[in-house]
């Protein structure tokens, strides 16, 4: 790999603060197109990145996988243009492939039900797990904001936890009783007995005193899915879609879900009324006499 990937890598952190999951996003992809040119990305034509685009359109790889990459290039050839490292942009004239916009995938009101109840709940592990499925669906939070939820953040008597979300930016959840209540029992139960007196400042930890992380937790999430008998396909947002539908099946203002949501523009929080949308053609294809 190229020495300037991870100049611009470096830099993009600095600006703008991303995750380091996005920036091994757009390391794969950088060094994917890296290895597809067989050349640094620096001394790529026009026509070679039209080459390799049709090399992916070739392989079969989804729309939606090239628009990420040709987006995360055009990011990586603006810098170099902007830092002085190239004269031109060739990424400048190719065209994004047309998408369909995707509908998240979620749970009814009675699958959370089942997925939140899943945990054996006379084990630390389990009382652990069913505090943080609360919080997760209680407050919309992403699954890497719900692990490194510190003591600290949560506040039981107000009833709400402050997330740092993307970009590092903070943001006031409510939590509701439900939550509360999973989250008090918990820290009294079974938090002290997994930490066995040793020090964290995670809420959510394991037996070896460490945070929880991101995967062992979606894993899990899997796992109490088979046990709650849900047979739809996950992703680790699923609970995530399940708190922004149900608010706004519910009545909620799109403004009050974005803002709980974090997201920074109000259209990506849009994409919930399609799924709501959706939700009602179907309902009222099925039951209505003449649907």
């Known amino acids: 790999m190229s020495d300037t990937i991870d100049q611009y890598l470096d830099e993009v952190w600095l600006e703008k603060g991303l995750s380091e999951h996005t920036l091994a996003a757009y390391r794969r992809d950088l060094q994917a197109a890296e290895r597809i040119l067989g050349k640094p990305l620096l001394q790529a034509s026009a026509a070679d990145l039209h080459a390799c685009l049709a090399e992916r359109v070739t392989a079969g790889l989804k729309p939606r996988s090239t628009a990420r990459w040709l987006s995360c290039l055009r990011g990586f050839y603006r810098q170099a243009v902007r830092k002085g490292r190239l004269a031109d942009d060739p ?93 008090a029992a918990y820290a009294a139960e079974a938090r002290p007995e997994l930490l066995n007196r040793r020090a964290s400042e995670a809420l959510f930890v394991t037996r070896r005193g460490a945070a929880m992380t991101r995967q062992n937790f979606w894993y899990a999430i899997k796992r109490y899915a088979l046990l709650a008998g849900i047979r739809k396909h996950l992703s680790p947002h699923t609970l995530r879609h399940a708190f922004a539908t149900h608010l706004l099946d519910n009545g909620a203002d799109l403004r009050a879900v974005q803002m709980m949501l974090g997201h920074a523009d109000l259209s990506t929080t849009q994409i919930y009324t399609h799924v709501a949308q959706a939700r009602l053609k179907a309902l009222h294809s099925m039951h209505h006499p003449r649907g």
């Not at 953040?153 to 009783?177: F, I, W």
Request: charged letters at 25%.
């Open 91 to 183: 990424s400048a004239d190719i065209e994004l492939p047309k998408l369909g916009r995707a509908l998240p995938g979620t749970l009814t009101p009675s699958e959370v039900e089942r997925l939140l109840a899943a945990p054996d709940q006379s084990t630390p592990e389990g009382l652990r797990d069913h505090a943080m499925l609360e919080l997760l669906y209680a407050c919309g939070l992403r699954i890497s904001e719900l692990v490194t939820v510190p003591v600290v953040a949560v506040n039981l008597r107000q009833g709400v936890v402050r997330v740092l979300g993307k970009g590092s930016k903070e943001r006031l959840v409510p939590m509701g009783e439900n939550a509360m209540e999973a989250i």
